[in-house]
């Protein structure tokens, strides 16, 4: 069975930095893609970064580029978002994904099989 726990999530505030971390067990995932979303109250879930295993390959959304930074540790099946220049915008639930394969939806929901909990993070002014 395939979990992915999130963990870093906290109260912060503007400018400050988070660094998130998703332990994944159960599979080693070493030839797909990891995600991080994320959702705020009243708003749909969005993507904000994926990574590949092999390859490290990543891709952010634009709101998120230059301050935040996706990594993994393969020996550690464990995926990291850092957070930098955080601002009140970015307050959300942030969940981790994981996909055993990576296919072309990477910045979609739907293209991932498993997800975390979800970690809250709330920036303030």
């Known amino acids: 069975q395939v979990q992915l726990v999130e963990s870093g999530g906290g109260l912060v505030q503007a400018g400050d930095s988070l660094r998130l971390s998703c332990a994944a067990s159960?599979?080693?995932?070493?030839?797909?893609?990891m995600g991080w979303f994320r959702q705020a109250p009243g708003k749909e879930r969005e993507f904000v970064a994926r990574?590949?295993?092999?390859?490290?390959?990543?891709y952010y959304t634009d709101s998120v580029k230059g301050r935040f930074t996706i990594s993994r540790d393969s020996a550690k099946n464990t995926v990291y978002l850092q957070m930098n220049s955080l601002k009140p915008e970015d307050t959300a639930v942030y969940y981790c994904?994981?996909?055993?394969?990576?296919?072309?939806?990477?910045?979609?929901?739907?293209?991932?099989?498993?997800w975390g909990q979800g970690t809250q993070v709330t920036v303030s002014s």
């Open positions: 990574i590949t295993w092999s390859g490290g390959s990543t």
């Open positions: 994904a994981a996909s055993a394969y990576f296919r072309g939806r990477s910045s979609y929901s739907d293209g991932y099989d498993y």
């Open positions: 159960g599979r080693t995932f070493s030839s797909g893609v």
